[in-house]
C-alpha cells in the first residue's frame, strides 16, 4: 500500500549495520524480472556469489571479465551512504557450477587488487 511504500522510501541510503541501504521504487516489470522467491524449492539453485575487495571503480564489464568463465546473469554493485562504490557486488549466476567456477577466482586479482 502507498504507506508502506513511502515508509519504506524514507530508509533510502540510510545505514544498516554500517551499509548503507538503497530503497527505490520500482514497475512491476523490472521486479518480475528479479529471482524474488520467499521459499526455496528442492529444485532451485543458489546461484549468487558476493565479491569483496574489488577496485571502486570496476564495472560490470570489469567483473564479467573477471569471472570469464561462469554464465553472468546480473551483477549488482553495491554503495556507500554517500553513492561511492563500496568496493563489493553481488553477482547472480546460472547455475551452481558457475558459482563453484567463481569460487575458484577466489583471491585472484581484478585490475591492482585481489578478490575475495
Do not use: Q
Amino acid at each position: 500500500n502507498n504507506i508502506d511504500l513511502e515508509r519504506a522510501l524514507k530508509c533510502n541510503r540510510k545505514s544498516l549495520l554500517e551499509r548503507s541501504v538503497v530503497v527505490e521504487e520500482t514497475d512491476k516489470d523490472t521486479y518480475n524480472r528479479h529471482i524474488i522467491k520467499l521459499d526455496k524449492m528442492d529444485t532451485e539453485e543458489n546461484t549468487f556469489i558476493r565479491l569483496r575487495g574489488l577496485v571502486w571503480s570496476a564495472t560490470e564489464e570489469d567483473i564479467k571479465t573477471f569471472l570469464h568463465d561462469c554464465n553472468v546473469k546480473e551483477v549488482v554493485i553495491t554503495t556507500n551512504d554517500r553513492g561511492k562504490p563500496s568496493g563489493d557486488a553481488f553477482v547472480h549466476l546460472d547455475t551452481e557450477l558457475d558459482v563453484e567456477k567463481a569460487v575458484a577466482h577466489n583471491r585472484e586479482y581484478l585490475r591492482e587488487r585481489f578478490v575475495l
